[in-house]
């Protein structure tokens, strides 16, 4: 089941567009989170080229696959008038993420905690993937201890997005950030790269 946890009340900041650094915006958030910015957020240089390469229009609908904190949802929320949706796993990011959120007021994004094998992609027009499941392989630099080495559930979750990808239209476009060996299917095509290949566009061409 998905749970989407709105409403909170908190102190409004209304012009989110005024954070021009990461560590503004990052100030936002409580130490616990700011600590894991460094490799786990997104920076917002890397977060407006992404913006750029979506082409995004008002009737768009962007899903961050493992949106932690959900600073790009946030962030990119504050510029764009398109939908975004945030999907994570952690109760506790989830619940950080719309305090945050409603600090600063939006109505255009939203988080939902969920297993990513509970989302229907096709319910999305373009997608962000910043290597959200890396936890279950990496040796170091999780963001707690509510994920372990399981390089099986890591390959799981891979081959669930991998499949969804396949099942969407052409001209879908993937932005993906520090994920160069995800195995995006042959129907999709590499468009553009910047910062040494860490960030990627992909473009289904193929049906």
Not at 42 to 53: N, Y
Not at 60 to 78: W, Y
Not at 128 to 136: A, R
Request: aromatic residues 14%; glycine residues 4%; charged residues 25%.
């Amino acid at each position: 089941m998905c749970s989407v946890i709105r409403n909170f009340k908190y102190r409004f900041i209304p012009a989110l567009n005024t954070f021009s650094s990461d560590s503004d915006f990052d100030a936002l958030y409580p130490d616990s989170v700011q600590k894991h910015s460094f490799i786990h957020w997104t920076p917002i240089e890397i977060l407006e080229t992404a913006l750029d390469w979506l082409q995004l229009e008002s009737s768009s609908h962007v899903l961050d696959i493992g949106s932690g904190a959900g600073k790009f949802c946030i962030v990119a929320g504050s510029r764009s008038k398109a939908r975004f949706t945030g999907v994570e796993m952690r109760e506790d990011l989830v619940k950080v993420a719309n305090e945050t959120l409603a600090k600063i007021g939006m109505g255009n994004v939203e988080f939902v905690q969920a297993d990513i094998t509970t989302i229907d992609f096709k319910e999305y027009t373009h997608f962000y993937y910043y290597n959200p499941f890396c936890e279950y392989i990496a040796e170091f630099d999780r963001i707690d201890d509510t994920i372990t080495y399981d390089p099986e559930t890591f390959r799981k979750l891979e081959d669930y997005v991998i499949d969804q990808f396949e099942q969407l239209p052409v001209n879908t476009r993937v932005v993906t950030y520090c994920s160069e060996s995800f195995p995006f299917p042959a129907s999709y095509e590499l468009k553009d790269m910047l910062y040494d290949g860490k960030l990627a566009l992909w473009v289904k061409t193929k049906p």
